[in-house]
């Protein structure tokens, strides 16, 4: 908290856009932050670059509305249950509760963004039109799709180069 009156002190910040993909892995510590915002009280709005929808529950999307909280992403990665094994992200999004969390923003008329990756090396065009099922089901405020690159010496590029 003293960084924050800092910089809305010293140099007048009025927003605070936090980069952390595992801001909410942690509660006890993600729900210390929540609380010293409300505690603190600062002229400032803040959002987040992402939302594990895995570690997130409703009573902190609550709190976030009284915070001054204008918006997070949501990372989905892909609408289809057997890409979201094959990318082996830890844990495993689970798409029931990507729907839920959503709903929980949307609710509380904040803003929201869901994440998507399409083209996998395995991705058939049925688990494409899955993602975008999600897409139009989710009904979020924004959804960035993009484009999977798989980079040299990455798990990824080797499956490319081993199905191709």
């Known amino acids: 908290m003293e960084e924050i ?3 809305v002190k010293v140099f007048g910040i009025e927003h605070i856009q936090f980069v952390d993909d595992h801001m909410t892995v942690n509660n006890l ?3 210390g932050l929540l609380q010293g915002l409300l505690k603190h009280k600062f002229p400032i709005t803040w959002s987040a670059s ?6 997130l529950r409703q009573e902190d999307v609550s709190l976030l509305k009284e915070t001054n909280f204008v918006g997070t992403s949501v990372a989905v990665e892909s609408g289809s249950p057997r890409i979201q094994k094959i ?6 999004t689970d798409l029931n509760k990507v729907r839920e969390v959503v709903q929980w923003f949307i609710q509380l008329n904040m803003p929201v963004r ?14 494409i039109q899955m ?17 999977t690159m798989p980079f040299p010496k990455t798990e990824l590029y080797h499956n490319a180069i081993r199905d191709k």
């Open 87 to 92: 990318i082996k992200v830890k844990p495993k």
């Open 131 to 147: 993602t975008f099922d999600l897409i139009a089901d989710l009904r979020a405020d924004w959804n960035q799709i993009c484009i």
């Open 5 to 7: 009156d800092l910089l």
């Open 29 to 31: 510590h993600f729900k």
């Open 50 to 55: 992402n939302f594990s929808v895995n570690t």
């Open 114 to 127: 869901a994440l998507f990756m399409i083209g996998f090396p395995e991705e058939r065009y049925e688990d």
